[in-house]
């Protein structure tokens, strides 16, 4: 009986442990994942952004560019985003989770997404992927027990919405070939995005400083993690813009919000982020 004691305390403390230590798989994954698209996307573009870059994009977007002053300002292949602390709701009636959000994209079509939180005390971690224009959104409870993996063509489809949504944390996204546009009128216009075989379609607005405002596109499926499956309207909205010290304008606040037939899901929202450029 004693051996059966201390052999169970013994792994009981190593299951401890190893929930303490920094590493898990599935951020190991996500960190290599990241270098490796960072490396391929170094020589993507250089030099600055100029007139002639944007002359052939609608002129709300073009507008956007000399508003937000890049014009004659470096060209990026990159952006990090760290949001800390942010709460993720499931449904307006449920007390949200906490996250800590790490996102990366690259000026091709690649998304990168870590989410690091605890369930009941046990660490937990999501991630999000686009890469080559496919898509799964993968959970894991104490580094190894999978939750939900969900892939296929509506998270393909998902996952590049996803990334036209937060392109404006990476405005060289908007030089893309891959990115086909139409003017709708003065404050709005709409870019398809066709890569891969892979499609997605929305809408982008601007406010009345001429800066992006939101995305919106009826063209996502709402993906529960038991694999359900509802298009209904969704939105990443962007209220707040601020100048860095080279005059650079970027997004200060962001919400991701699905519009469901009982009203609107804010189901995420972070304000006052770190934003890193490469």
């Given at each position: 009986m004693i051996w059966v004691l201390c052999s169970i305390a013994i792994m009981v403390l190593a299951v401890i442990i190893f929930l303490l230590i920094p590493y898990s798989p599935i951020r190991s994954k996500f960190q290599r994942d990241v270098q490796s698209h960072l490396e391929l996307s170094s020589a993507m573009y250089t030099g600055i952004f100029t007139k002639e870059d944007t002359a052939s994009l609608p002129e709300p977007v073009q507008n956007h560019f000399r508003m937000a002053g890049l014009i004659g300002k470096p060209i990026p292949n990159s952006v990090r985003a760290f949001m800390s602390s942010v709460p993720l709701y499931e449904t307006n009636d449920k007390p949200p989770l906490n996250i800590d959000y790490t996102l990366y994209l690259f000026a091709s079509p690649v998304r990168l997404a870590h989410i690091q939180t605890s369930m009941f005390g046990i660490p937990f971690e999501g991630y999000d992927s686009s890469q080559e224009g496919i898509g799964f959104m993968k959970g894991v409870i104490g580094k190894v027990f999978t939750l939900f993996n969900v892939a296929g063509?509506?998270?393909?489809?998902?996952?590049?919405?996803?990334?036209?949504?937060?392109?404006?944390?990476?405005?060289?996204?908007?030089?893309?070939?891959?990115?086909?546009?139409?003017?709708?009128?003065?404050?709005?216009?709409?870019?398809?995005?066709?890569?891969?075989?892979?499609?997605?379609?929305?809408?982008?607005?601007?406010?009345?400083?001429?800066?992006?405002?939101?995305?919106?596109?009826?063209?996502?499926?709402?993906?529960?993690?038991?694999g359900s499956v509802e298009y209904i309207g969704w939105s990443a909205m962007y209220d707040e813009w601020q100048q860095d010290e080279n005059g650079t304008c970027a997004p200060y606040s962001v919400r991701a919000v699905w519009h469901e037939s009982g009203g609107d899901l804010v189901y995420f929202a972070s304000s006052g982020f770190d934003v890193v450029y490469d």
């Open positions: 063509p509506n998270m393909d489809s998902g996952q590049i919405l996803t990334w036209l949504g937060e392109a404006p944390l990476l405005p060289s996204i908007f030089l893309s070939e891959y990115i086909i546009w139409e003017t709708i009128d003065a404050t709005s216009v709409r870019a398809t995005l066709n890569y891969k075989g892979v499609t997605g379609s929305g809408v982008y607005t601007f406010d009345e400083n001429g800066f992006f405002q939101s995305f919106h596109t009826k063209g996502r499926a709402k993906i529960d993690t038991n």
